[in-house]
């Protein structure tokens, strides 16, 4: 079991003081805002709130970061071109144990902290679950006291916000940093040149020796902002480091002198672009040079600092693979592989086999999806271009390693084309995933299930080459958001339950099961539940204003709107349960909420498209009389981790519904079981350990497994046979098809329909009897009260694995070799 709590050290004494809180929330506000009490506004309150809080964490910070130096110890360095991190006033309040203390501090001022709380814009600096996993990493790797940095770009506009306009989703530019942001620092001194373009100069050193000078045509500078990630009972503190892009001349003076204002800017605005939004791609084909220089500029960033700082303890290279790990989060900081080789050649004049064993011996890598148009891969002219000495270095570890894999395998030509970093055949590529591979010491999936498929089908041929470089390291989520800040009910009836161990070792949670048959725990279970639900369905009223019962079965499926999450087959239930329901309307029906929430990429058509039919869809069954409050649709604009979190604590179910094989893992699976939710779900990503931990009985899965899938697309077989076979789905498309949902455009869906008749390659229709059969398994489990409690808290009792502690661990023993205190 943890010990976490026995070496918890307290605040000192003034901090913990409501009063001394007071004093320096409006010490703040007057002095660092230059604002009175009676004009300040709840932004204004937070952003001073927000330094007072962060003032109680700095002095920990600078500590344990030189204590880390000092101490020697080995260093985690996540790179991370995305970290979806939402709000952090509630994070650091909770992880220092301020909550009560900061109410009252505030209350006396007339200010309520849960709208000071809401004032925070999110932090939306990731697309979706990769994001999010790098930010429950950096709070796992505080709690657990892992000395770490995480890398990645301060993008001055995150992901989009979604507004909905007739059924449309629309982009509009995000802007948390309007207000300024109080959680960070600055560092203007702490900056480093960024080389693109340009050509490779080859220096003759000695006889045996030549050295190779690369004259970028330009640099652009990378600039640090630090974030202090603080840990639970703030014991720790890390730095999440994020870099922005500086021009290197800020204007050409003598352009402005001439009356060229516009041109005298132009470079530096091209320049300082890198860093202006975050790459909009969900998993759809990136291809753009702008996404390149993005991944270099913040990989070469992050090794040039903590090459730097690592140089300044220990003076040379050779001790890097002891002393730092460096994990990347996907093949978008996998340039870092010849980054390394290049600093360690060119800069440092470390002969070849020696520099690749310092970087095959720090770095790590993650993959995070097997679907072929988000592996990552660069024209060779591009990069040619762009990073001409990368890629000389680049051909160079190609050659070897192709070297070593013939040695073994003499004459194996379809083997050689098929593990070169180099793609011959669609024009000339460089395959990022391979270079990673190639450059790290260990390769994580992040479910058993996609560690196998990796082992299976992307990297089949380096499994073979290699067989033990690929681990699984199965996702996880930080409880103390997901839990604990998001949902204070429930972590409060769980104290009075079984004791606040589970605070501090989430595995404690399983002593909830002996209570699950328990009448009386099982109605204050649900008296949480019927809380949440009035509150989001409050929400639901003021964004919609669309009346939902608490009463009802909260369905609910939030996440990137995709085709392979399959949002389309739960709209298609959702049309048979309405047909099933006026057809038979006397009948006890359960009555269900539906709740979506979820982005599409900008440029994804049909996602687009499906987002628009589950509103249409909506719009009819909402406004007919005939379905009263047994039905209803709801679709929450801009899902975000906020919205997350006040979605999760009150949903009952929880689908988890991707087609088998093709969701990696999953972390919203974890969240919304951990709340109590049941998931009604496919055989895909970490349901399928989810399955292992909470048992058959109180989970739902239904569908195709992973093979099924792969013999169906094998075979050819179209959806076309699914629907003939199923009236209900005949039925249900006939109407979509002939638009009953868009009388104001009858051909809508004609092309949606059709894909389903044809190879229905995400097998909507192939797995539509099951899903159905296995949602009218939910309302009967439902319809019986006391059978659906005990499942719900035995989901939260069975979750404590799924703890991103328990997934960091796992890192830090096999991958990072650093040691966590237990
Ligand atoms: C957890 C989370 C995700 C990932 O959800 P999945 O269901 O695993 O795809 C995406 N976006 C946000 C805002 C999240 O909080």
């Given amino acids: 079991m943890d010990t976490l709590a026995n070496s918890y050290v307290p605040l000192p004494a003034e901090a913990l003081d409501a009063d001394a809180m007071r004093a320096a929330i409006v010490r703040k506000l007057t002095y660092d805002l230059g604002k009175s009490q009676a004009g300040a506004r709840d932004r204004d309150w937070f952003m001073a709130t927000a330094l007072a809080v962060r003032d109680r964490i700095v002095d920990r910070w600078l500590s344990v970061t030189r204590a880390a130096y000092e101490g020697g110890q080995k260093q985690v360095y996540y790179l991370s071109l995305e970290f979806l991190i939402g709000r952090l006033l509630r994070d650091g309040v909770t992880n220092l144990g301020l909550t009560e203390l900061v109410s009252e501090a505030l209350a006396p001022l007339g200010v309520d902290f849960e709208k000071v709380r809401q004032a925070e814009p999110d932090a939306a600096l990731g697309n979706g679950g990769l994001g999010r996993l790098a930010a429950c990493f950096m709070e796992s790797l505080a709690s657990l006291a892992i000395p770490a940095f995480g890398y990645g770009i301060r993008y001055e506009h995150g992901l989009f916000r979604q507004i909905i306009r007739d059924g449309w989703q629309q982009e509009y530019p995000e802007d948390w940093l309007n207000f300024g942001n109080p959680w960070e620092y600055a560092r203007p001194e702490i900056a480093y040149d960024i080389g693109f373009g340009g050509a490779v100069e080859a220096v003759i050193v000695s006889e045996a020796r030549m050295r190779h000078v690369w004259h970028p045509a330009e640099t652009v500078q990378a600039v640090a902002y630090d974030t202090p990630v603080v840990g639970w009972r703030g014991q720790h503190v890390n730095t999440l480091r994020l870099w922005s892009a500086r021009a290197a001349d800020p204007l050409k003076l003598d352009a402005f002198n001439y009356g060229d204002h516009v041109g005298a800017l132009a470079d530096r605005v091209r320049q300082e672009s890198i860093c202006k939004v975050l790459y909009p791609s969900d998993e759809s084909p990136a291809g753009q040079e702008l996404r390149l220089k993005q991944e270099y500029f913040f990989a070469s960033a992050a090794l040039q600092d903590l090459v730097r700082r690592h140089l300044r303890v220990y003076g040379d290279l050779k001790s890097l693979p002891d002393k730092v790990s460096i994990q990347l989060n996907d093949t978008h900081p996998a340039i870092a592989v010849a980054e390394l080789m290049r600093i360690c050649l060119d800069l440092h004049g470390i002969a070849w086999d020696e520099a690749w064993e310092i970087t095959q011996g720090t770095v790590s890598y993650t993959n995070h999806t097997l679907l072929p148009e988000a592996l990552e891969s660069w024209a060779v002219p591009l990069m040619e271009r762009l990073l001409p000495r990368h890629m000389q270095i680049?051909?160079?570890?190609?050659?070897?390693?192709?070297?070593?894999?013939?040695?073994?395998?003499?004459?194996?030509?379809?083997?050689?084309?098929?593990?070169?970093?180099?793609?011959?055949?669609?024009?000339?590529?460089?395959?990022?995933?391979?270079?990673?591979?190639?450059?790290?010491?260990?390769?994580?999936?992040?479910?058993?299930?996609?560690?196998?498929?990796?082992?299976?089908?992307?990297?089949?041929?380096?499994?073979?080459?290699?067989?033990?470089?690929?681990?699984?390291?199965?996702?996880?989520?930080?409880?103390?958001?997901?839990?604990?800040?998001?949902?204070?009910?429930?972590?409060?009836?769980?104290?009075?339950?079984?004791?606040?161990?589970?605070?501090?070792?989430?595995?404690?949670?399983?002593?909830?099961?002996?209570?699950?048959?328990?009448?009386?725990?099982?109605?204050?279970?649900?008296?949480?539940?019927?809380?949440?639900?009035?509150?989001?369905?409050?929400?639901?009223?003021?964004?919609?204003?669309?009346?939902?019962?608490?009463?009802?079965?909260?369905?609910?499926?939030?996440?990137?709107?995709?085709?392979?999450?399959?949002?389309?087959?739960?709209?298609?239930?959702?049309?048979?349960?309405?047909?099933?329901?006026?057809?038979?309307?006397?009948?006890?029906?359960?009555?269900?909420?539906?709740?979506?929430?979820?982005?599409?990429?900008?440029?994804?058509?049909?996602?687009?498209?499906?987002?628009?039919?589950?509103?249409?869809?909506a719009r009819v069954i909402n406004s007919d009389p005939t379905v009263r409050n047994l039905l209803k649709v709801v679709f929450l604009p801009n899902y975000n981790v906020s919205l997350a979190e006040m979605i999760v604590p009150a949903a009952d179910l929880s689908e988890q519904i991707s087609t088998a094989g093709m969701e990696a893992s999953g972390t919203g699976n974890m969240k919304l079981g951990l709340n109590g939710a049941l998931t009604i779900g496919t055989l895909d990503g970490a349901n399928v350990e989810m399955l292992e931990h909470v048992g058959a009985e109180n989970i739902f899965i239904f569908g195709m497994t992973t093979e099924e899938v792969e013999a169906r697309r094998r075979e050819g077989v179209q959806g076309s046979a699914a629907i003939a076979a199923s009236s209900r789905l005949s039925e249900v498309l006939e109407a979509v098809r002939s638009g009953v949902f868009s009388p104001d455009d009858r051909n809508r869906y004609r092309d949606l329909v059709d894909a389903l008749c044809g190879s229905d390659y995400f097998m909507v229709a192939a797995d539509f009897d099951a899903y159905f059969e296995s949602q009218r398994q939910v309302a009967t489990r439902w319809a019986d009260q006391a059978a659906w409690q005990r499942s719900a808290i035995l989901n939260t009792a069975h979750m404590g694995w799924f703890s991103s502690d328990r997934t960091i661990r796992d890192y830090a023993q096999e991958i990072w070799q650093v040691p966590v205190r237990r």
């Fill in 394 to 617: 680049i051909y160079l570890i190609n050659a070897f390693h192709l070297d070593r894999v013939r040695a073994k395998h003499p004459g194996d030509t379809r083997l050689l084309s098929s593990v070169s970093l180099i793609e011959e055949d669609h024009g000339r590529r460089v395959r990022m995933g391979h270079l990673a591979f190639v450059g790290s010491h260990k390769v994580n999936g992040v479910s058993a299930l996609h560690s196998d498929l990796l082992k299976r089908t992307v990297f089949k041929d380096f499994h073979a080459l290699e067989p033990g470089k690929v681990v699984n390291k199965t996702n996880g989520i930080t409880f103390r958001r997901w839990l604990q800040q998001c949902n204070p009910g429930l972590t409060g009836l769980l104290t009075e339950a079984i004791g606040p161990a589970f605070l501090d070792n989430a595995e404690a949670l399983k002593d909830l099961a002996p209570l699950a048959g328990d009448a009386a725990f099982q109605q204050k279970f649900l008296a949480v539940k019927r809380q949440n639900k009035e509150a989001l369905a409050t929400l639901i009223r003021s964004q919609l204003d669309i009346r939902v019962d608490p009463h009802a079965m909260f369905d609910v499926q939030i996440k990137r709107i995709h085709e392979y999450k399959r949002q389309l087959l739960n709209v298609l239930e959702t049309i048979a349960l309405y047909d099933a329901i006026r057809s038979q309307p006397t009948r006890d029906w359960v009555p269900r909420v539906k709740i979506f929430a979820g982005k599409a990429a900008a440029s994804y058509h049909r996602a687009k498209q499906i987002i628009k039919l589950a509103h249409d869809v």
